[in-house]
């Protein structure tokens, strides 16, 4: 009898132990799962709210460890090997800026940022280097009009700017803009056309860098004429 209380006494002491170690293994571990999910947080808030497999991967993070954020609702995955952190507002500009590095927002799109129209454009306005593919971002956003520009023009006018949720956007600048409409004018919608030019000459007008562009596009006469006409 002795021995068999004594028994039931280690037994029980020993669960207890067992108990006590897996619990506090549990709590390091989510300790530990709660860095891991910080330093996501950290590289999301770098990237416009979004963060791709790639950079946790680089970050020494595993894909098991990515699949168990998404499984628990921790991340959210928006587009293949693109998440989002939980509860996170999703920005579009941002979204198809990160699917594609040399995207940069462009005609209606771009003019709309800048406050030159106030047609809220229901499809986005891209230009990416003519002959690249860009097949896959296409296929993922059907809201896409995409504009193909040769190499040589197409870096004239990059610039940065925040989009109407306040992400960080590359898109062009007010007088690229201007010279794409001029330079396709029988493709562009009438309304836009007018109030994008009258509002840019009713604004604080960078005639030297308009010009400058007008003149690489061979356009340079038809801004002349636009400048003495308004």
């Not at 530990?32 to 999301?44: G, P, Q, S, V």
């Not at 690249?132 to 700017?161: C, P, W």
Request: hydrophobic share 40%; charged share 30%; with cysteine.
């Amino acid at each position: 009898e002795f021995w068999h209380t004594n028994a039931k006494r280690h037994l029980h002491s020993l669960v207890k132990f067992v108990k006590y170690k897996e619990r506090m293994y549990s709590d390091v571990g989510a300790v530990f799962m709660d860095e891991i999910y910080h330093k996501i947080e950290l590289i999301a808030a770098e990237c416009n709210g979004f963060v791709k497999t790639s950079q946790i991967e680089a970050a020494g993070i595993s894909r098991g460890v990515i699949k168990k954020y998404v499984d628990n609702g921790s991340l959210e995955r928006v587009r293949k090997g693109i998440f989002v952190p939980a509860d996170a507002d999703i920005d579009e500009f941002a979204l198809l800026q990160i699917q594609c590095s040399s995207l940069v927002f462009s005609y209606g799109t771009a003019l709309y940022v800048w406050g030159l129209t106030d047609i809220i454009p229901h499809t986005f306005d891209i230009s990416v280097p003519q002959g690249e593919n860009i097949s896959r971002l296409l296929r993922d956003n059907q809201k896409i009009k995409a504009h193909y520009v040769m190499k040589g023009f197409y870096d004239l006018g990059i610039t940065e700017t925040q989009s109407p949720q306040g992400a960080v956007i590359r898109l062009y600048d007010k007088e690229r803009c201007l010279c794409d409409l001029i330079k396709d004018r029988n493709q562009i919608e009438k309304q836009l056309y007018v109030q994008a030019i009258k509002d840019y000459f009713k604004s604080r007008p960078d005639v030297r860098k308009l010009l400058k562009y007008g003149k690489a596009f061979g356009i340079e006469e038809k801004i002349r004429t636009y400048m003495e006409v308004l």
